[in-house]
């Protein structure tokens, strides 16, 4: 079976309008890539994605890669419209998003998993999706939502740098999920986000806080190199992590370069 056989085999008829605004690839190097491409040259619409079944340098946040073994996990890009949204609302459109793919992997996969701050999806401590915000310029400028998650991988997909803090749907499961389920969920749930963009914010905010639960858990901070340790106290009405840092100071951290980490382990 293609990729493409495989993705569309289980969505009902009805879905599979919307599929003709997706690019179904079998390999590429990063979907954020091609679609910011697609983007640049004017040749994408607004809520047009790229899914591949294989990214060979699949990016994640602050410069680190996404492993994206073949006919594993969902590799999705998707260009929103960013017209007359601030670039300071790109935090809140991953935090949107977060909200987004951890609802349809409980619709699809009755997985209840939480979010990490920023752009993690999480369960029992350990990565299942990151999500990667950017902006593109060009002919149809806009915002790239790339959105990786990993779905039916075993222990030995994942690189020994990454066994004890990944995790996929099948491992916590025990059961193979259906990729273009998931991903039809993704796509419905991102096309309401755009379409309403900012509007709904308690919604999404009241969704990220119930999962998103820091609250009194020791952090440690990396910023420009430099590792701080406290307390977390929660998330701001902007989406940013409150902290109480040990020397007394309370910060606001914004995603920016900013990465949290449990005090012990990856959460
Ligand atoms: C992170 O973990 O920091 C974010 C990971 C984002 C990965 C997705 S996979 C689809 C899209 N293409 C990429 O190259 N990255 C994103």
Redesign the pocket.
Known sequence: MTFEEEIKTALPRKALERWKNVTLLESVD????FLKNMAGKGIAPYGHCVIADF?S??????G?S?S?PRGKGI???YLMSSHGIPIESMATITAYVAVCVREAIFEVCGIEAGIKWV??IVYGGK?IC???TETSRGESSGIII???VNVNHVPEDFPSELSDIATSLKMISGKEHSRGLLCSAIIKKLDTLCSAFPSDKDYYLSEYRKHCDVSGKRVRVIKDGEERLGTAVGISDDFGFIADFDDGRRETLTAGEVSVRGFYGYI
Do not use: E
């Not at 990063?30 to 890539?33: C, D, V």
């Open positions: 990063s979907t954020n890539n990214q340098s699949g990016r994640g946040r602050l680190r996404f994206s590799y999705l890009s752009n993690d990565k990151g999500i990667l790339g959105i990786g």
